[in-house]
């Protein structure tokens, strides 16, 4: 059974920094790549970032030069690092990924949007305080 574990959140003042971890078990990132979403106060879950399954990388205009995604290859572990946070960065944060059959990934991140992510993790909460 998969599951992805985000972890790195908190709570820090605009223009600090955090490292969010996924990690997953009984799955390998770096087979299909992965997603970051975020959902605010009151919001639609948006997505963040993405990283294929070559390292290809994609961000949300608001997060571009700010946050850097980042896979382990081979391993179960990516990375969300960000930077010069500001308020509107506040958000309960996920990881998604989609599902890996047969050597297939069924879901798959092109352009600015992904598909068929099936598996999500809990989210871990960012506050950025002003």
């Known amino acids: 059974q998969v599951q992805l574990v985000e972890s790195g959140g908190g709570s820090v003042q605009t223009g600090g920094s955090l490292k969010l971890t996924c990690v997953a078990s009984?799955?390998?990132?770096?087979?299909?790549?992965m997603a970051w979403y975020r959902q605010g106060p009151g919001k639609e879950r948006e997505l963040v970032s993405y990283?294929?399954?070559?390292?290809?990388?994609f961000y949300a205009d608001d997060v571009k030069g700010r946050f850097t995604i980042s896979q382990d290859n081979g391993k179960n572990t990516a990375f969300l690092q960000m930077n010069s946070l500001k308020p509107e960065d506040s958000a309960v944060y996920y990881c998604?990924?989609?599902?890996?059959?047969?050597?297939?990934?069924?879901?798959?991140?092109?352009?600015?949007?992904?598909?068929?992510?099936?598996?999500w993790g809990k989210g871990t909460s960012v506050t950025i305080s002003s």
């Open positions: 990283i294929t399954s070559d390292d290809a990388s």
């Open positions: 998604a990924a989609p599902k890996w059959e047969h050597g297939i990934c069924v879901g798959f991140c092109s352009g600015a949007h992904c598909y068929g992510m099936d598996y």
């Open positions: 009984g799955y390998i990132f770096s087979n299909c790549g």
